[in-house]
């Protein structure tokens, strides 16, 4: 099997689907314009989808109180200095400081400008 998408719960799905479209190289896949504001939104690889929605009937998770590693979105970065830079004049937070592991991989763990947990990564031995 093969994963077409992962959910992401948020207040203003709108607001969050533009941030990741304008910061993140994100494309608009699928739109439900209803209660529940439904974005599908596909990454540059066309491979990977990420469903931003709202559900009156449930309440949104405080993310920025849940620790980074619980959940998050991992990106490939080239730089993560730079790409966090980039992410940060536009809204985003710094989780700690780069890291670079002991194998050669070099992370950035960051928080969205809701909370929600995203890691850069450049990895020593691409992953995928």
């Known amino acids: 099997m093969k994963i077409e998408h992962i959910a992401y719960l948020a207040e203003n799905p709108k607001a969050v689907k533009d941030w990741y479209i304008s910061n993140l190289n994100f494309s608009l896949v699928r739109e439900k314009g209803d209660v529940n504001d439904t974005f ?3 990454d540059e690889s066309g491979n990977v989808m990420v469903e931003i929605y709202k559900n009156p009937t449930i309440p949104v998770p405080d993310y920025a109180e849940m620790h ?4 998050h ?3 490939v970065s080239t730089d993560p200095t730079i790409d966090s830079e980039r992410l940060k004049k536009a ?11 002991p194998n050669g991989d070099r992370l950035a763990m960051m928080r969205d400008p809701w909370g929600f947990a995203i ?3 450049n990895r020593a031995e691409p992953m995928i």
């Open 119 to 121: 890691q850069l990564c």
């Open 40 to 42: 599908f939104l596909g």
């Open 91 to 101: 809204g985003a937070t710094m989780v700690g400081e780069i890291e670079t592991t």
């Open 73 to 75: 979105l991992a990106f």
């Open 68 to 71: 980074p590693l619980i959940l």
